[in-house]
């Protein structure tokens, strides 16, 4: 029973003082180096630079990057080795047009009835469904007449009936 809490026991302690000097060091060596290059910039030594007498534009002592930056700084060329992964492009929701009015197959073209007052424009691309299944892929002709549009049949067998739906 004479064991020791883990935060007193003196080889935590040793790995608690490691880390903290391994961190706190870089800066303050840096930090130093920023003083030291503070102190070496003084009006007696720009007044011996510049004998004329008028006052010497302050000079701004070069800042040292911490060496925990050059460390950070590798993240950019791990990039350009591995770029990240481009995000996947959104869904689009499926837009319902209307339904088949009439199907004219020696023509190759069908008449739809819009739910709405809805434009399309020429050679736009939709899709008819019958029962989950694709039936056709029709393209949109210039001619409408509405609440009518009328499109060319490119692919499939529409029946009247069918959903249209943008693609």
């Known amino acids: 029973m ?7 026991h003196p080889d935590f302690l040793k790995r608690v003082l490691v880390c903290a000097l391994i961190l706190v ?5 840096s930090a130093c180096k920023n003083k030291a290059a503070e102190g070496s910039t003084s009006t007696e030594a720009a007044a011996v630079a510049n004998p ?38 959104t869904a689009q929701p499926v837009q319902l047009i209307g339904t088949i009015r009439q199907v004219n197959l020696d023509n ?14 020429p050679g ?15 393209r949109m002709s210039p001619l409408k007449s509405p609440p009518f549009l009328i ?9 009247p009936g069918d959903r249209v739906f943008r693609q």
């Open 52 to 89: 004329t007498g008028t006052p010497a534009a302050p000079q701004v002592p070069k800042i040292r990057k911490p060496i925990l930056s050059y460390l950070f700084g590798w993240t950019s060329i791990w990039q350009k080795i591995f770029p990240p992964k481009a995000k996947p492009p």
């Open 151 to 159: 499109a060319d049949i490119t692919d499939g067998k529409p029946s």
């Open 25 to 29: 060091l870089p800066l303050t060596w």
């Open 2 to 8: 004479n064991q020791i809490p883990r935060f007193i």
């Open 124 to 138: 736009e691309v939709f899709v008819t469904l019958s029962k989950q299944t694709q039936t056709a892929t029709l």
């Open 108 to 121: 190759q073209f069908v008449l739809i009835d819009t739910m709405t007052n809805f434009s399309a424009a």
